[in-house]
Nanobody, 121 residues
Framework: QVQLLESGGGLVQPGGSLRLSCAAS????????MAWFRQAPGKQRALVAA???????NYVDSVKGRFTISRDNAKNTVYLQMNSLKPDDTAGYYC???????????????WGQGTQVTVSS
């Protein structure tokens, strides 16, 4: 059974930084794209950043230049370095991985349970 476990959320002042981590565990043959989404109260969950198995990245415009997504394939882990945080970044942050548990499986979406990021003075 594959599980994704996020960590690193918390309360930070505007202009501060946080680093989120999401580690996948269990039976994993291969991981394709890793991504971070966020969901604020009353809003839909939306993509923040994604990174492919080849290292290509993409970001939502509102975080470009402030957030950096990276991955450690040996650890099945994805990171989100968040700098210059703003109150509008406040949300629950969720990681998603597209992976194959076994080499005969199709690609499957897995989600973490979420970690709260609150930016406030």
């Amino acid at each position: 059974q594959v599980q994704l476990l996020e960590s690193g959320g918390g309360l930070v002042q505007p202009g501060g930084s946080l680093r989120l981590s999401c580690a996948a565990s269990g039976s994993i043959f291969s991981i394709n794209t890793m991504a971070w989404f966020r969901q604020a109260p009353g809003k839909q969950r939306a993509l923040v950043a994604a990174i492919t198995s080849g290292g290509n990245t993409n970001y939502v415009d509102s975080v470009k230049g402030r957030f950096t997504i990276s991955r450690d394939n040996a650890k099945n882990t994805v990171y989100l370095q968040m700098n210059s945080l703003k109150p509008d970044d406040t949300a629950g942050y969720y990681c998603k991985m597209i992976l194959q548990p076994q080499n005969s499986d199709p690609w499957i979406n897995y989600w973490g349970q979420g970690t709260q990021v609150t930016v406030s003075s």
